[in-house]
């Protein structure tokens, strides 16, 4: 069973940039899909970014394409999601995934979870 513990979130003005992390502990990491969700206040938790395990395949939201980017480093067993040009409408907990096989963009796919963590945009 993988671990999923999420860091980097906060408070940012709009237009700034925030790094996310996921750090993953346990059974091999490298072998893992990941995702990026996030949920604001009162919405249904949305797709952000999916990544393969190799890392050799991406995918993302068209809310973000062009403004985040996801990467891992499989050495580090961590997961990034590097946000910039950040909008009052990224304000959400975001959450990382994973599960096995392919990256997809159905949440209900994702059977690990971590915690979240907060980003907060401000105008």
């Known amino acids: 069973q993988v671990q999923l513990v999420e860091s980097g979130g906060g408070l940012v003005q709009a237009g700034g940039s925030l790094r996310l992390s996921c750090a993953a502990s346990g059974r091999i990491f490298s072998s893992y899909a990941m995702g990026w969700f996030r949920q604001a206040p009162g919405k249904e938790r949305e797709f952000v970014a999916a990544i393969s395990w190799s890392g050799g395949s991406t995918y993302y939201a068209e809310s973000v394409k062009g403004r985040f980017t996801i990467s891992r480093d499989n050495t580090k067993n961590t997961m990034y999601l590097q946000m910039s040009s950040l909008k009052r409408e990224d304000t959400a907990v975001y959450y990382c995934?994973?599960?096995?096989?392919?990256?997809?963009?159905?949440?209900?796919?994702?059977?690990?979870w971590g915690q979240g963590t907060q980003v907060t945009v401000s105008s």
């Open positions: 995934a994973a599960r096995s096989y392919v990256p997809v963009t159905s949440a209900n796919e994702y059977p690990l």
